[in-house]
C-alpha cells in the first residue's frame, strides 16, 4: 500500500533533549511537509521541502530543523531551541510543491515533555 | 483578518438533517481548496478538493463563490459517523515563488442519535 508513515506515535522528551521524528513515503512525491497542531489552533508549517536536498522555513521554523537527503525520507528534530514543543506532529506529502495538488497526511506523532 | 476563517462550532444536529458550513478566504488569489476531515487525535483526511462549477461526492457537496471569497461543505442525511471536525484548506499566494496551505481551525460537527 502507498502512503506516509510517521514513528514513533508517541515520543516524549526531556528537557534540553534533541529528539528526532521520522516521516517517510512511497507515494513518489516530489514535495514534503511537516505541520504543527496545537489544540483549537490550525494546522502550522515548520518547514517544507519540494525537492531533495532542498527545504525552506514555514511559519514557525525557530527550533527546529529538517534534512531532505532522499526523497522518500523527510525526518524532523526538535531541538532544545524550542521551548513549547509538546504538540500532535503531522508530515504531509504532495506530487509536486506548487500549491495545487492534494496533500496526503502521515498518523502524526505526539510529542510530550517530561 | 484571519487568512482562513470557519466557526468553530460544535454544530450538534439529529441523524438524517442537513447541515453546512462556510469558510472564508482573505487572498484573492488563492487557486486551490480543499475540505479535509480530521477525527479526534488523527490525522486530517482528505474530503473532497473544490472546483470552481462546484462538485458532489455522494451526500456531500462543495461550492466555492470566489466573489465572495468562501467555499462550502453541504452534508445531507447526516450519519453518526460524519461526527469530526471539518478542515477548510486554501493555497497561499504564491508570492517569490514560494507557496503554502493555509489551514482553518476547522467545525467541530456532532451527529447526534
Known amino acids: 500500500d502507498g502512503g506516509i508513515t510517521q514513528s514513533p506515535k508517541y515520543l516524549f522528551r526531556k528537557e534540553g533533549q534533541n529528539v528526532t521524528l521520522s516521516c517517510e513515503q512511497n507515494?513518489?512525491?516530489?514535495?514534503m511537509y511537516w505541520y504543527r497542531q496545537d489544540p483549537g489552533q490550525g494546522l502550522r508549517l515548520i518547514y517544507y521541502?519540494?525537492?531533495?536536498?532542498?527545504?525552506q522555513k514555514g511559519d514557525i521554523a525557530e527550533g527546529y530543523s529538517v534534512s531532505r537527503e532522499k526523497k522518500e525520507s523527510f525526518p524532523l528534530t526538535v531541538t532544545s531551541a524550542q521551548k513549547n514543543p509538546t504538540a500532535f506532529y503531522l508530515c504531509?506529502?504532495?506530487?509536486?510543491?506548487?500549491?495545487?495538488?492534494?496533500?496526503?497526511f502521515g498518523p502524526g506523532t505526539r510529542l510530550l515533555v517530561l | 483578518r484571519k487568512e482562513v476563517e470557519q466557526d468553530p462550532g460544535p454544530f450538534n444536529v439529529p441523524e438524517g438533517a442537513t447541515v453546512a458550513f462556510n469558510c472564508t478566504y482573505s487572498?484573492?488569489?488563492?487557486?486551490?481548496f480543499f475540505w479535509y476531515r480530521q477525527d479526534c487525535r488523527k490525522e486530517p483526511k482528505l474530503l473532497m478538493s473544490v472546483y470552481s462549477s462546484g462538485n458532489e461526492d455522494g451526500r456531500f457537496t462543495a461550492q466555492l463563490n470566489r466573489a465572495s471569497q468562501y467555499i462550502s461543505l453541504l452534508i445531507r442525511d447526516s450519519k453518526l459517523s460524519d461526527s469530526a471536525t471539518y478542515l477548510c484548506?486554501?493555497?497561499?499566494?504564491?508570492?517569490?515563488?514560494?507557496?503554502?496551505?493555509?489551514f482553518g481551525t476547522g467545525t467541530r460537527l456532532k451527529v447526534l442519535a
Open positions: 487572498n484573492s488569489a488563492s487557486q486551490s
Open positions: 484548506v486554501v493555497n497561499g499566494d504564491g508570492a517569490s515563488g514560494t507557496y503554502k496551505y493555509i
Open positions: 507515494l513518489n512525491h516530489d514535495a
Open positions: 504531509a506529502s504532495s506530487a509536486t510543491g506548487g500549491g495545487l495538488e492534494t496533500q496526503y
Open positions: 521541502s519540494q525537492i531533495v536536498n532542498d527545504f
